[in-house]
């Protein structure tokens, strides 16, 4: 995390001098992420339908997701036919949540289950907005390192962010918001808002997600290291 200079100042570790703390981000090898969009195709009416404002989350659906927020959301706005909500993936939550959606006509929310990690890149490539949601946690004032948002960055996606983080590079770049609380009746609203606005902002967005991501490039961040590496055996 890009705030880990803080962690270690916030602890009163001053006998570690910070500047021996070197920050390398996560990120994304994006020579393999458009292989896999260009040679993977993934077989999905949903993600086909042009008629759609497709909302995709890709990851674990268990508590530490809190996907119930966005299910609620959902709810919300279920009146509205040219939303869908498509998450994939899996885990502990995923039955509780599909039977929620059943008991409560939530039908705007499709539950696709686990799919091979190379057709990841292809699905987020169709979507129209990516979602990246957790719960309020204190770590978050020193940033965030989550894989999956790189892959949506390098997706050429706007970015939903359902709580907000310290070096938020999201927001930061322009490429999509962050919510303060993640409450349904917020997420609804900005799932709303993202599918009113203009296709030309939405692919400015998209445009500057990607220009983020080559930022991330895996290739680069080796790069880095190295560089560090040699600095502190040449110092």
Not at 15 to 37: M, W
Not at 151 to 158: I, K, R, T, V
């Amino acid at each position: 995390m890009e705030g880990g200079r803080d962690y270690i100042s916030d602890k009163g570790w001053n006998e570690l001098p910070l500047s021996k703390f070197h920050y390398i981000n996560n990120g994304v090898k994006l020579d393999e992420f458009y292989e896999e969009i260009k040679n993977n195709a993934f077989t999905d009416p949903d993600l086909d339908d042009e008629n759609t404002f497709k909302v995709v989350y890709a990851g674990s659906i268990r508590t530490a997701n809190n996907l119930s927020s966005v299910v609620y959301a959902a709810e919300k706005l279920k009146g509205n036919p040219r939303i869908k909500i498509l998450l994939y993936g899996d885990g502990d939550d995923r039955p509780i949540l599909e039977k929620y959606c059943s008991d409560h006509g939530v039908n705007n929310v499709v539950f696709k289950g686990q799919v091979q990690k190379k057709y990841i890149p292809y699905i987020l490539n169709k979507c129209n907005l990516s979602i990246l949601n957790y719960k309020k946690a204190k770590t978050l004032k020193y940033g965030g390192s989550q894989n999956k948002l790189f892959e949506y960055l390098a997706a050429g996606c706007p970015v939903l962010l359902t709580v907000d983080m310290n070096y938020n590079i999201v927001t930061t770049n322009n490429c999509g918001i962050a919510l303060d609380d993640p409450n349904p009746d917020k997420i609804a609203k900005a799932i709303l808002d993202f599918s009113e606005k203009d296709k030309k902002e939405l692919k400015e967005m998209g445009e500057r997600a990607k220009n983020i991501a080559a930022e991330y490039d895996f290739n680069i961040l080796t790069q880095r290291l190295l560089k560090i590496m040699e600095e502190t055996l040449n110092g």
